[in-house]
């Protein structure tokens, strides 16, 4: 059996790759950040088209183009919660660092994350769903049968886990 001073040593070292290792999610959300630069560019684009067709759309149009914009305006939306629990990963706040043996992972309720990522892409689906219906004349139906029962299961997925959550939270 090693001594203490063999086992302070090493619980120093694993607590010190698991802090470093944390590092390893910055280029991820670097990554994201350009997604975020990509969506925002992408949402100016999609406004200035909708302005400059403006005189010549008719009601469906123009929700249509809103539509567009809201569903722009949910992917930066999800990619921002992802960002900031990634972000909160390697960066930790003034509360945890008090803590020696916290790194981070305390901090980011991902219980809250995983029910608002759930919530934005059902949004982001609905929009879409939204989309296909206000034409659903040139729309293939098959496709919005599929896109009603991929958006329930998204809705079903939210309930059970906001359910789980609240019996675990029930439970301690």
């Known amino acids: 059996m090693p001594n203490t001073g063999e086992q302070d ?5 694993r ?4 802090r470093g290792s944390r590092w390893a999610m910055a280029p991820f959300c670097l990554g994201l950040m350009v997604a975020l630069l990509l969506v925002l560019a992408q949402f100016f684009r999609e406004l200035a088209h909708a302005i400059a067709e ?6 469906s149009d123009v ?14 939306n999800l990619l921002v919660l992802i960002i900031a629990a990634g972000v909160e990963l390697f960066i930790p706040r003034a509360s945890d ?3 020696e043996d916290s790194f981070g992972l305390s901090s980011v309720e991902f219980s809250i994350l995983k029910l608002r990522v759930v919530a934005s892409i059902t949004a982001i ?9 206000i034409n659903i004349d040139q729309t293939d139906k098959t496709g919005v049968l599929w896109q009603i029962a991929i958006l329930l299961t998204f809705v079903v997925s ?9 019996l675990s939270t029930i439970r301690h």
Do not use: N, Q, Y
Not at 9 to 13: A, E, P, S, T
Not at 159 to 164: F, I, K, S, T
């Open 15 to 18: 607590w010190s790759l698991l």
């Open 9 to 13: 040593r090493f619980h120093i070292i």
């Open 158 to 166: 939210g309930v059970l886990l906001a359910l789980m959550d609240r």
């Open 63 to 76: 929700i249509l183009a809103v539509l567009k914009l809201a569903d722009l305006v949910f992917v930066a």
């Open 97 to 99: 660092v008090a803590h």
């Open 125 to 133: 689906a609905t929009i879409d769903l939204l989309e296909d219906f």
């Open 54 to 59: 403006f005189g010549g759309m008719v009601g």
